[in-house]
């Protein structure tokens, strides 16, 4: 007798091309209707609408109704995080895309994976904060110490708020681009939106591309103690 979950039925709909184009682009965290995801997935709308229903069907999407759009995203942050440790195991055995995208240098240094930095940057952020033991623990083990707590307060990023989240405060993420880790978690996901609101970086638009103006990434390397760049 076989147990457990099957996984054949998942890793067939993530297996088709338009539909792990669909996937990839609602890695942005933002969600998107269908005409713009048959856009990235190079099919028709009728097309795009049969693979939308089969990935509904399986709950790796979610929709929302609003006026006469629907606006389809990630099911949930478990989604996304399968997502990326594919990617991750892609790049690994060299699973490339044969052309480049003009984008992929600032893809690799700064992006969103769901809702908190990746890339170069997130790492070097993730190393700083352990480095200085604002984070301890091995594996999934991870959570703030004393003086993690004190470096956020100091931020403005208020944790009480952030221990009511049904998620961990602190999850490290394997970065596809680096092998290593990166920090997700609500605590990740505040530390991105604590750039975006000091103007430090913005979201490119139509890509996870993360990019920080000259003088954000210095702030940024100044208030986290990175490597001059």
């Keep these: 007798m076989k147990d457990g979950p099957n996984i054949v039925g998942i890793a067939a709909l993530i297996g088709d091309h338009a539909r792990a184009e669909i996937l990839t682009a609602l890695m942005t965290g933002q969600a998107l209707t269908a005409t713009e995801l048959a856009q990235v997935a190079g099919v028709t709308k009728q097309t795009v609408s049969a693979h939308l229903s089969k990935l509904l069907d399986a709950k790796l999407l979610s929709v929302e109704s609003q006026g006469r759009h629907r606006y389809f995203r990630l099911a949930d942050?478990?989604?996304?995080?399968?997502?990326?440790?594919?990617?991750?195991?892609?790049?690994?055995?060299?699973?490339?895309?044969?052309?480049?995208?003009?984008?992929?240098?600032?893809?690799?240094?700064?992006?969103?994976?769901?809702?908190?930095?990746?890339?170069?940057?997130?790492?070097?952020?993730?190393?700083?904060?352990?480095?200085?033991?604002?984070?301890?623990?091995?594996?999934?083990?991870?959570?703030?110490?004393?003086?993690?707590?004190?470096?956020?307060?100091e931020l403005g990023i208020e944790l009480p708020s952030l221990a009511q989240q049904r998620r961990p405060l602190c999850r490290p993420c394997l970065d596809w681009s680096v092998r290593r880790h990166h920090l997700a978690g609500s605590v990740g996901a505040a530390l991105l939106e604590h750039c975006l609101a000091l103007g430090w970086a913005k979201r490119a638009k139509g890509s996870r591309v993360v990019s920080f103006s000259e003088g954000g990434e210095r702030a940024l390397r100044k208030q986290f103690a990175l490597p001059a760049g």
């Design 77 to 153: 942050r478990d989604v996304a995080q399968l997502l990326e440790s594919l990617m991750g195991v892609a790049y690994r055995v060299g699973a490339v895309r044969v052309r480049s995208s003009p984008r992929e240098p600032a893809l690799r240094k700064a992006r969103v994976c769901y809702d908190h930095l990746a890339g170069d940057l997130g790492v070097l952020v993730y190393d700083s904060l352990e480095g200085r033991r604002h984070l301890r623990g091995k594996g999934a083990d991870l959570e703030l110490t004393a003086q993690g707590e004190k470096f956020l307060a």
